[in-house]
């Protein structure tokens, strides 16, 4: 058999071809391709995969960590110290950068094995016809020309001609944004037909909800629809997170500044003392060693790590670590509507009989719920309706139980629609009123069935009644009208009057309800159901609108969401008016008007912007519309997340600030896309998200102000030593040590703060705002004034009572470090006291971090091999009384300044 042309050379409209020209295209035959053939075509054509983007090796993983500026300073550091004979100095500044490396990389290799776990897009099976006979094989190892067999509940495993079609329905909302099944037949369509109506064709991922068939492969892989809007997402440019961005700000200054401080140091104290210039670039190292915060990246990125887990205890899986600081950001979350913020469970809300109107409470699949009367002002009644007391209900209910195929389960306790949701609608709304679905299809056995096909617009089944026949039909409202020459009342049939039931049809379609109707006629004895026993003389039994309701909790989310300053924005390929009916349910803000993807094409880029912040609901988009509202909302100086599970959703995740996407019913491409996937399809877990990213973000904050100060305080103190032409009162070696302890110790304990009372009431943080405002800036600048203090004075008073350099640098040492753990109980509450029982002992991280430090100070101080690497002594009693005292009075002194900042803010106010 001759293998045909690759898809890659030579692109064929297959949904146009007849099924026929379409095997003879692919050189096959109904009953498939024989186990050779298959694979030689296997080996031509490679697995039946997506082509996913090519993960980071572990090497580039890790040398990712060591491209930042600062730590590229010290490693330049390491090399000068190693040439000019300081091998233990440069030792231990390798040292501490590797720690900092692997921690970084070690984080985030969990972060992206998280998301491994619920990877699953294509089927993993597939039925198959090999050598003529049904066999089953791993989805990947299909080609084209192999012929499948699908039913009810498979997901199709590669774009198919089909070849075979028995009531055969697909669910494309992943693919197409369609939220209602797609019916699908045989027929050749229009060459132009869009993706959405090319109903002779089965896509990859979609999920049969109706039927089985036949069909014909005749792409895999990356040629798949799937595939095709995959590779859009290589040429979306990926921006950088505000932080990483003030980081990297950050990091340029002050690396300038720390270069041009040491570089003068050198300079005058070889000028100036007359000091060799060897020494002098030593000491220039170690200014440069002892003001770079080289914990900083660690303590960013471990904070963001914990942010992660904490995130993926709660459902929310962060596949990047920015993600969780951008989060804390985000001013519009763009959201698809099916599944995301409703139920994708259809639910009946209302029934129109001939002379009677009714309401259904309940929602989902679940037969809870009650019927009650609606008046003719539109008031409900408060007494529930009893189906004794309402034949025409009754009657109405069993029709749509009748004239169905999809069957209600319970499974652990959870109810399941196997078939249609819109006609597992019509079977729960029956079993709310009592009526047991297995008995009435019993009590009245189905003789024939036409299934729905688009072209006619309705279903019908012939039913055996009392020996009698009964035609039931049921379909779009517009359609069953015409067909209808009357209507069933409670007092008889009566005459239809059209206008009024168009009237009511668009009463319901208004509330964003999808309208069907059903209708009835007796039968003569016939042998089987054609469309012309149906189309005329039918009596209208009555309408039903149906709404895939919102989740309850994403109602909520949305109303937190508004608290919080954050704008949900609804995108989806629905119609308008049923998106503006879940938006107002939903709560959202501007529900005046939908704009819909036509609108959206006939605008300019420009005319997008200005509109974008006067529209909360976008219906009937594609992918292309999607990125163009994320860039515009972007454009406009907006932290955008974009929430979706279809692949159709893929590159405006990937544009999108923070891409969310489902990990249930989301697909590959999506995941792949995005930056955090919801494990439990839930809206509302992304507020919670948002919450653990304000958080994460304010410990950030908090965590870069403890730490500057520590790396203050030893590079004045080295620079003020060299200036005046005394001993250094910290090495550079020392300063390390410090450097080290104090960020995987004290500075560590900031990262498990608990989020303060008001993160949810908060605007969300202007991400052209400085990570360290003026407020900070001085507060880093007076700390690191006080510890200087602290330092030259303890190592002044140990010098003058006689003690050796060493002991005087052991007693700064520790002084340093213990009024960094002072400094530490202050830093919980930027402005407000810590002068408090729970102020001070209230967090068990800090303490836990200050006996850890004190311990490492032990070490340090007392231990031999310690003695001998840093060059300190042990310090007395007398020593640790004075470090003590000199901690107090510096929190006292930092508490004070609180204060002074508190009377202003009251004054202001």
Known sequence: ??????????????????????LEWQSSSADGLSSDEAQTRLHHYGPNRLQQAQGRPWYRRLLDQLNNILILILLVAAVASFLLGHAIDAAAIVGVVAVIALIGFIQEGKAEQALDSIRNMLSPQANVLRDGKRTTIPADELVPGDVVLVESGDRVPADVRLIEARRFRTEEAALTGESVPVEKHIDPVAVDSDLADRTSMAFASTIVVQGNARGLVVETGRFTEIGKISELLRGVEKIKTPLLQQLDRAGRVLAIFILGAAAITALLGTLIHDQPA????????????????????????IGLALG???????NAIIRRLPAVETLGSISTIFSDKTGTLTRNEMTAQAIWLGDDQFQIDGIG????????????NGEKETAQVDLADSPALSDFLRAGILCNDTELHQESGHFQIYGDPTEGALVVAGEKAGLATSDVRRQFSRLDAIPFE?????????????GSQRVIVKGAPDRLIEMCDSVATTDGTIEIDQTEWENRIHELSSRGLRVLAIADKPAEAIDGLDHHHVETGLRLLGIIGLLDPPREEAIEAVKLCQQAGIRPVMITGDHASTALAIAKQLGFSQTEKALTGREIEAMSDQALEEIILEVDVFARASPEHKLRLVKAMQAKGGVCSMTGDGVNDGPALKRADVGVAMGVQGTEAAKDASEMVLADDNFATIVRAIEEGRKVYDNIRKTITFILPTNGAQGLAIMLAVLAGSVLPVTPLQALWVNMVVAITLGLALAFETGEKDLMARQPRDPKAPLL??????????????LLIGVFGMFSWILSQGGSEALARAGAVNMLVTGSAAYLINSRFLINSTLSFAGIFGSRPVWIAIMMVMLLQMAFTYLPFMQLIFGSEGLSLEHWLAIVMGSLVIYLLIEAEKMVWRLLKSKQA
Do not use: C
């Open 278 to 301: 060897a020494d002098m670039f030593m000491a220039a190292v170690g200014l440069a060693v002892a003001a770079i915060p080289e914990g900083l990246p660690a303590i960013v990125t």
């Open 308 to 314: 992660v887990q904490n995130m993926a205890r709660r």
């Open 1 to 22: 058999m001759e293998t045909p042309q690759s898809p890659a050379k030579s692109s064929r409209d297959w949904h146009s071809a007849s099924a026929d020209k379409a």
């Open 773 to 786: 405002d003026l407020f900070l800036l001085w507060r880093v600048v007076f700390v690191s004034v006080l």
């Open 365 to 376: 699949f679940e037969p809870k719920g009650h019927f009650y009367r609606v008046q003719p």
């Open 454 to 466: 688009s072209d006619y617009k309705y279903m019908a089944t012939l039913h055996s009644v009392d």
